[in-house]
């Protein structure tokens, strides 16, 4: 018997879906557990014909932090676990981005790594006027995923994010607007109405045509290149001694309890 506790949450409100992350003491890092809940919890959402859209949140005072660097040993301890790590990673842009169903982010507090490439997955993102997102990859090692390497260049240009990727610096709720990388930015404690409020307006639309313009706009066949292209390199980098070498050094010497916005 499994008494695991789910580490994502799935309840409906009306005509939307709302999956929210929920390991609030670990700033929602992502271990293997909440890739496998997060990937059956948007599953459901999307099966769902009772759904017309998706919010995706988090609990506590992050969206999500990133990877969980507690549990960096493990995945990177066998070729298949390293495998298995970044398939399931993979997997989750896979889910949001070819699922028929329009995803809104609602984003606060840290959005970093992994969870600023979920964001970036989204169809529409409200973000909190408190947010700071940013990429620590380049810095420990690591590879970016989620098809931002199709995506940021798409949006923003070559150089534009490129800088973004390699110097990981800290953009905070205004500039990811700027950037156009976000559609509203609310104060925190609205954040939540307005996301339904505009996942609302979306379940309205007729299913039909949102979820083809999704498949229309998503240029799956380029989106699914550049996540392979990316799950080769961060199999390599998962695989690195480099890569290790960083990141115990990262958690030793800044972040004691392992996830890396704390």
């Known amino acids: ?29 992502i271990g293997g557990s909440l890739l496998d ?33 507690k549990e960096f040993g493990a995945q990177a301890s066998t070729e298949a676990s390293i495998a298995s790590t970044c398939a399931r990673i993979q997997r989750i842009t896979r889910d949001l981005m070819h699922g028929p169903k329009l995803v809104v982010g609602a984003v ?15 169809d529409l993102v409200v973000a909190a006027d408190d947010l700071v997102a940013f990429f620590p990859e380049m810095e420990l090692g690591h590879f970016v995923t989620g098809g ?29 607007y700027a950037l156009g990388l976000v559609n509203r930015v609310v104060p925190r404690e609205q954040l939540g109405a307005v996301a339904l409020e505009l996942a609302g307006r979306v379940a309205a639309r007729a299913a039909h045509a949102t979820s083809r313009l999704k498949r229309a706009m998503g240029a799956t066949a380029e989106l699914e290149a550049a996540l392979e292209r990316e799950t080769e390199a961060a199999h390599a980098c998962f695989a690195s001694a480099e890569t290790a070498r960083r990141i115990a050094g990262f958690v030793a010497a800044r972040k004691p309890d392992g996830a890396r916005a704390d």
């Open 1 to 29: 018997m499994n008494d695991r506790i789910p580490s994502v949450r799935l309840h409906a409100q009306g005509a939307v879906s709302v999956v929210t992350l929920d390991r609030p003491e670990r700033l929602n890092a």
């Open 37 to 69: 809940d997060l990937h059956e919890a948007l599953h459901a959402a999307h099966a769902d014909p009772a759904t017309g859209s998706i919010v995706l949140t988090g609990a506590g005072r992050a969206f999500c932090a990133g990877d969980d660097l």
């Open 108 to 122: 606060h507090g840290y959005a970093v790594g992994g969870g600023l490439e979920w964001m970036l997955n989204c």
């Open 148 to 176: 931002v390497t199709w995506l940021l260049p798409r949006a923003l240009g070559y150089q534009r994010a490129m800088e973004l990727i390699v110097l990981g610096e800290r953009l905070d709720a205004q500039r990811l």
